[in-house]
């Protein structure tokens, strides 16, 4: 069992920036791939970014260079930078540990608003 605790959303201008963090309850970036998806109301669950086990990452086209996906391994914490943020970027963020299709774990998921 692997739980996930996500934190730094908040409400924000735009053009701003913001910071998202998901601690792991334990060590599991060597195996597990982790990822950042968004929900907005009334939209599918969106795949924002991702960061393989070997540290490969990848994004959206929305997001590309603007949003930056980290993890520091000592802190068992995955980061999302988030710059440049639109009002289009304002959803529910949540955290994804995933493993396999029958093995992954979510987080509770934090709000981002962008908003003037």
């Known amino acids: 069992q692997v739980q996930l605790v996500e934190s730094g959303g908040g409400l924000v201008q735009p053009g701003g920036s913001l910071r998202l963090s998901c601690e792991a309850s334990?060590?599991?970036?060597?195996?597990?791939?982790m990822r950042w998806y968004r929900q907005a109301p009334g939209r599918e669950r969106e795949l924002v970014a991702a960061?393989?086990?070997?540290?490969?990452?990848n994004y959206v086209d929305s997001v590309k260079g603007r949003f930056t996906i980290s993890r520091d391994n000592a802190k068992n914490t995955v980061y999302l930078q988030m710059n440049s943020l639109k009002s289009e970027d304002t959803a529910v963020y949540y955290c994804?540990?995933?493993?396999?299709?029958?093995?992954?774990?979510w987080g509770q998921g934090t709000q981002v608003t962008v908003s003037s």
């Open positions: 994804n540990a995933y493993y396999s299709t029958t093995l992954a774990y």
């Open positions: 334990r060590s599991i970036f060597s195996i597990y791939h």
């Open positions: 960061i393989t086990s070997r540290g490969n990452t």
